[in-house]
């Protein structure tokens, strides 16, 4: 070989060589998880999807591409929609509509989040106190969305709740994971509930979506931790709540008070869905109930939405749009739910969300009827509830918060129960609560 063509191809090497090393030594970056992308990510998954994918849920999910099976008078699919991955599901049947790179393992963003109050959740009582350590708020990323949590300043399990779910606060995510034990445990519980659950296409390294190597989930598997975690009431009540207060630092002695108590300000924060808060250029969507958003250098936007028209119930996932104009993500989600409503009936289903491990998929309507509630979702007990009575709507408002366009939290048809042994009883119907838009 000419001297020439060998200190070429050495070059190429050399280049090749540093270039991997940058990109396996890249740092995260910041989690922004406002919803409001603009910029092009600097560090992004390929835009090809891999030639081999999982096909859980049914063989046509584990292809590229579009995936639908159009009937009579089914209208097509939007033209415009630029994500690399997403997914339109019956949250009740669990039938998959219409799917694009549904397998496609993607860095998740804050939708992770989902499988962190699916996990969590559960094990405190929205009432239990909780004086926040210096510790406990240390290590959050660079960049990181926060609720504005103080250290030494005390916080009720609801109010870190709201945190997470309206503001995406990573602080509070970081102190709810301390409470269950610290970011490591709280991570080893995500990862056996996501198996459990059989999101195989997930991997978690952070419990609140910052990039990290390594993480990874799907548009398949995000809407699974969605449809877990919309039958536990407190669950539904936080992704539809649309503001709340927030209580600040204490500011000193209350002007008058004989006792000294020391008073404390609080400030209202807003939901960064914009699907159910609205924006500048983009409305509430009709029926929307939830649940979560996320936006990270390296995912991109995310989404993952339900609602409920008509009668039907929907799910929908959208990863990283590649049109990049404000608000995307949810423009895209709010023209693929527009599609699913129309061709619910019209089309035949490319899959279907699979049921969580152990389940028994033979159980009838009636027997035993849920509020959705999980072992301990929120209220300490450890048992699940057997009320069919609806939740009043006000219950966020009562609660600091206003549910606004959210949901009316109360049960129709059939239930699914996630009873204290974990197991889940699937039915015919699929029980989110009746979802009403409550105009103020």
């Not at 270039?19 to 396996?24: A, F, R």
């Not at 292809?63 to 009740?92: F, H, K, M, Y």
């Not at 916080?155 to 990573?170: A, C, I």
């Amino acid at each position: 070989m000419p001297a020439s063509k060998k200190t070429i191809r050495r070059s190429l090497l050399i280049t090749s060589a540093t270039l991997l090393t940058v990109s396996l030594g890249a740092p995260a970056f910041a989690d922004t998880d406002d919803a409001s992308p603009t910029a092009s990510p600097t560090s992004s998954p390929s835009a090809t999807p891999p030639a081999n994918m999982s096909s859980l849920g049914g063989e046509r999910l584990g292809r590229p591409g579009n995936q639908v099976d159009l009937g009579t008078g089914a209208p097509v699919l939007p033209p415009d929609i630029t994500a690399r991955s997403w997914i339109v599901a019956d949250a009740e049947s669990g039938d998959v509509l219409a799917a694009h790179n549904a397998h496609w393992r993607l860095p998740p963003a804050s939708t992770l989040k989902m499988l962190f109050a699916d996990t969590v959740l559960p094990k405190f009582p929205r009432s239990t106190s909780h004086k926040v350590t210096p510790a406990e708020l240390a290590g959050i990323g660079a960049g990181s969305s926060v609720v504005g949590i103080k250290e030494n300043q005390t916080y009720t399990v609801h109010d870190l709740w709201l945190g997470v779910f309206l503001k995406s606060g990573n602080d509070a995510v970081h102190v709810l994971s301390a409470m269950n034990g610290g970011i490591p445990e709280t991570v080893q519980d995500m990862q056996a509930h996501a198996d459990d659950l059989q999101a195989l296409d997930t991997h978690v390294v952070s419990p609140d979506g910052y990039d990290a190597r390594g993480q990874v989930s799907s548009a398949y598997d995000l809407t699974l931790f969605a449809r877990s975690g919309l039958q536990k009431k407190d669950f539904r009540e936080y992704c539809s709540t649309v503001r709340a207060a927030f209580p600040g630092a204490t500011t000193g002695k209350t002007a008058g008070n004989k006792k000294g108590t020391s008073a404390r300000a609080s400030a209202e924060i807003r939901n960064t869905n914009r699907l159910l808060s609205g924006d500048s250029d983009i409305t509430p969507y009709q029926g929307i109930a939830g649940v979560k958003n996320g936006n990270t250098t390296n995912a991109g936007a995310t989404f993952t939405g339900v609602a409920e028209r008509g009668g039907k119930v929907l799910l929908v996932t959208v990863m990283n749009p590649e049109k990049k104009e404000h608000n995307e993500v949810y423009k895209e989600a709010a023209q693929l739910l527009d599609w699913g409503f129309q061709a619910a009936d019209k089309v035949q289903p490319v899959g279907e969300l699979v049921a969580p491990k152990g389940v028994d998929t033979t159980a009838q309507p009636g027997a035993n009827a849920s509020d959705g509630s999980s072992p301990g979702t929120g209220s300490g007990t450890g048992t699940a509830h057997t009320s069919t009575k609806p939740v009043a709507a006000s219950t966020a408002a009562a609660k600091g918060g206003s549910s606004g366009i959210g949901i009316a939290l109360g049960l129709t048809g059939g239930f699914l129960a996630l009873l204290a042994a974990g197991v889940f009883l699937v039915n015919r119907r699929w029980p989110l609560p009746d979802l009403m838009r409550r105009r103020r």
